[in-house]
């Protein structure tokens, strides 16, 4: 018989809450703690939630807690030392992207999982957002043949600094798309690559002009994440506008606001091409972390948190199989068949773990920290 998974949250902001939501609403997970390191908020989220066990130490918590899972809901760059704790502690893993903002540091988590001989899976929520799934299944029904070219296109005003400033842009926005882009080509490697930067605006913010590379199953894609001036179009335009208790005001001038974000994601092939538009708000689905903070409209931020929890979902609800069946086995001691498994659970679990995203985010890592490194390249990189 399947027993329930048992869940531990760290971290208790904002994207934490998003993952314990999501949790909640798969019936076969059940979050049974959550520690932060301020233990106010750990009291007040897990109140929230109706959460029973809530500390200020991971060590605490899993010293304290009978959990199969631990859930990584922390900033980047406070992956690394829950991650490996967790693993050390034989634990079931789950982290956002970016993993972290250092390939080593990638590279050691895996190593850890790998030698504890538990899963460590990173979620790759953009890949359940519709307009994206749309197209995958466009793309492998044949509509447009062959896929030779991806171009993803993004532009974001710079209202949205202030829910998205905690990484630089390459490891920020970029990696939700660079995860889409291996996803749509089927690829397993990057294979040479080239960036086009440019000088940081006025408020340190920093444009990826352009980012060309081909991955090595030969399809090529182009890139560009832009941060647009407040007040001004694209084009350059102009456009005057207030904030009066948090809500954007029209613009008495121009009689419209300017769009927050505007994007476009190209899949070229042999026989056509499909086009959307990833303009919707809701597609950033990288984590604004000041949400609460931020000047965006409530409605906004509830339009981004509700495609989040909803995403997040979908992804970790994929998990249940990897992780039921092993609970099966620990269930089932006592019989004769049982014995058997045992005898070739060390071949037949490694059977069972999955660190494909854990291997393509690593990559992921390691191509932006060298596009970072030089951010005006003039001549093509190989990895």
């Given at each position: 018989?399947?027993?329930?998974?048992?869940?531990?949250?760290?971290?208790?902001?904002?994207?934490?809450?998003?993952?314990?939501?999501?949790?909640?609403?798969?019936?076969?997970?059940?979050?049974?703690?959550?520690?932060?390191?301020?233990?106010?908020?750990?009291?007040?989220?897990?109140?929230?939630y109706g959460i029973r066990g809530r500390y200020n130490s991971l060590n605490e918590m899993l010293a304290k807690q009978d959990i199969d899972l631990i859930s990584v809901a922390t900033h980047e760059l406070h992956h690394y030392v829950p991650t490996v704790l967790a693993l050390k502690n034989s634990k079931h893993v789950?982290?956002?992207?970016?993993?972290?903002?250092?390939?080593?540091?990638?590279?050691?988590?895996?190593?850890?999982?790998?030698?504890?001989?538990?899963?460590?899976?990173?979620?790759?929520?953009?890949?359940?957002?519709?307009?994206?799934?749309?197209?995958?299944?466009?793309?492998?029904?044949?509509?447009?043949?062959?896929?030779?070219?991806?171009?993803?296109?993004?532009?974001?005003?710079?209202?949205?600094?202030?829910?998205?400033?905690?990484?630089?842009?390459?490891?920020?926005?970029?990696?939700?798309?660079?995860?889409?882009?291996?996803?749509?080509?089927?690829?397993?490697?990057?294979?040479?690559?080239?960036?086009?930067?440019?000088?940081?605006?006025?408020?340190?913010?920093?444009?990826?002009?352009?980012?060309?590379?081909?991955?090595?199953?030969?399809?090529?894609?182009?890139?560009?994440?832009?941060?647009?001036?407040?007040?001004?179009?694209?084009?350059?335009?102009?456009?005057?506008?207030?904030?009066?208790?948090?809500?954007?005001?029209?613009?008495?001038?121009?009689?419209?606001?300017?769009?927050?974000?505007?994007?476009?994601?190209?899949?070229?092939?042999?026989?056509?091409?499909?086009?959307?538009?990833?303009?919707?708000?809701?597609?950033?689905?990288?984590?604004?972390?000041?949400?609460?903070?931020?000047?965006?409209?409530?409605?906004?931020?509830?339009?981004?948190?509700?495609?989040?929890?909803?995403?997040?979902?979908?992804?970790?609800?994929?998990?249940?199989?990897?992780?039921?069946?092993?609970?099966?086995?620990?269930?089932?001691?006592?019989?004769?068949?049982?014995?058997?498994?045992?005898?070739?659970?060390?071949?037949?679990?490694?059977?069972?773990?999955?660190?494909?995203?854990?291997?393509?985010?690593?990559?992921?890592?390691?191509?932006?920290?060298?596009?970072?490194?030089?951010?005006?390249?003039?001549?093509?990189?190989?990895?």
């Amino acid at each position: 018989m399947r027993k329930q998974i048992k869940v531990g949250i760290v971290g208790a902001g904002s994207w934490a809450e998003c993952h314990v939501e999501a949790y909640q609403a798969i019936p076969q997970m059940e979050v049974v703690s959550l520690c932060d390191t301020i233990m106010e908020k750990a009291n007040e989220t897990a109140d929230r939630y109706g959460i029973r066990g809530r500390y200020n130490s991971l060590n605490e918590m899993l010293a304290k807690q009978d959990i199969d899972l631990i859930s990584v809901a922390t900033h980047e760059l406070h992956h690394y030392v829950p991650t490996v704790l967790a693993l050390k502690n034989s634990k079931h893993v789950v982290i956002d992207q970016p993993v972290v903002n250092n390939p080593l540091s990638a590279l050691e988590m895996w190593k850890n999982a790998i030698r504890s001989n538990k899963q460590l899976f990173v979620t790759r929520p953009s890949r359940f957002l519709k307009p994206y799934a749309d197209a995958y299944a466009q793309l492998q029904s044949g509509q447009i043949g062959k896929l030779q070219q991806l171009i993803f296109h993004r532009t974001r005003s710079e209202r949205l600094f202030q829910a998205y400033h905690r990484l630089p842009t390459y490891f920020e926005m970029l990696v939700h798309d660079l995860d889409l882009a291996f996803w749509l080509s089927n690829a397993d490697f990057i294979q040479v690559g080239q960036a086009f930067g440019s000088k940081p605006l006025r408020n340190g913010l920093r444009n990826i002009e352009r980012l060309d590379f081909e991955f090595g199953n030969g399809v090529t894609v182009t890139m560009s994440s832009l941060w647009t001036p407040d007040g001004e179009t694209e084009q350059g335009e102009v456009q005057h506008k207030e904030i009066q208790d948090g809500e954007i005001q029209h613009d008495n001038t121009h009689g419209e606001i300017q769009s927050l974000t505007t994007g476009t994601l190209e899949l070229i092939g042999e026989k056509g091409t499909i086009s959307i538009d990833t303009g919707d708000i809701a597609l950033l689905i990288g984590d604004p972390w000041n949400w609460q903070a931020s000047l965006l409209p409530e409605a906004l931020k509830e339009q981004l948190r509700s495609a989040s929890i909803a995403a997040l979902h979908e992804q970790l609800k994929s998990y249940v199989a990897y992780l039921g069946e092993e609970e099966e086995e620990d269930a089932d001691t006592d019989t004769d068949a049982a014995a058997g498994k045992k005898a070739g659970a060390g071949e037949d679990s490694k059977k069972t773990l999955d660190y494909s995203s854990m291997k393509q985010s690593q990559q992921i890592i390691q191509f932006c920290d060298a596009m970072l490194r030089s951010l005006d390249f003039n001549y093509p990189v190989r990895f």
